[in-house]
């Protein structure tokens, strides 16, 4: 069945540590997206791209990275300079410019220790 | 894209009909109302759109007002599953739009 993969679904990490989530979706989707929710809170995105080699910044872009080297892959690095990490966050792609055609990971909890 | 207003949270007794409203009172001519649903710890999930007329599918019925300015999402008979946050969303439809999500609307389904 074709969707959108996020891992791990848990992850912990150190203050002042890099990590990397991965998102892979095989839907043959163009673009995707990451969003960040906090507790309570709606999403807020990221980072998105639409094309491979391209991805534009979102609303809080600042102390995230991301690459798109493949159209199935876009991990999402939460780097130190994320001053407040520990999120929910999500993956989502889409094929059509519509908003019914976007699919969402299961999403990946973050906590930082 | 317009901006939508929805109550922070409702009940809803299970196997009765849920009620969602939505105020979008700023909406433009070419813009969608589109409602998605986040269960807890999981992504947001489509349910139903429309434009001007009310729309119906197997999850959910939309209404919308004639002036457009205010909608509402029908669940005709919730179950304990259909706990969640639904979004109302209004998005122009054509390329390179995102979705944004607002706060929502908690809907406790009880037994």
């Known amino acids: 069945d074709g969707g959108i993969t996020q891992s791990p679904k848990y992850l912990f990490r150190k203050e002042g540590q890099n990590v990397t989530l991965s998102c892979e979706q095989n839907?043959?989707?163009?673009?995707m997206y990451w969003y960040r929710q906090d507790p309570g809170q709606g999403l807020r995105l990221i980072y998105y791209?639409?094309?491979?080699?391209?991805?534009q910044k979102g609303d809080i872009a600042e102390g995230y990275s991301v690459s798109r080297e493949k159209k199935e892959s876009f991990p999402l690095t939460v780097t130190s300079a994320q001053k407040n990490p520990t999120a929910f966050y999500l993956c989502?792609?889409?094929?059509?410019?519509?908003?019914?055609?976007?699919?969402f990971g299961s999403g990946t909890r973050l906590t930082v220790v | 894209d317009a901006k939508t207003t929805q109550p922070p949270s409702m009940d809803c007794a299970e196997g009765r009909a849920a009620n969602l409203p939505c105020n979008h009172s700023t909406i433009s001519g070419n813009e969608y109302v589109y409602w998605y649903r986040q269960i807890h710890s999981q992504g947001p999930q489509y349910i139903i759109h429309g434009l001007k007329n009310n729309e119906t599918n197997e999850m959910a019925s939309l209404i919308i007002t004639e002036d457009r300015k205010s909608s509402t999402l029908i669940l005709p008979h919730a179950t304990l599953r259909d706990t969640a946050v639904y979004y109302c969303i209004v998005l122009r439809d054509n390329a390179g739009n995102m979705l944004t999500f607002g706060g929502g609307t908690r809907l406790m389904v009880k037994p």
């Open positions: 791209s639409q094309i491979v080699n391209d991805f």
């Open positions: 989502a792609s889409t094929q059509s410019t519509v908003a019914y055609g976007y699919t």
């Open positions: 839907l043959n989707h163009d673009a």
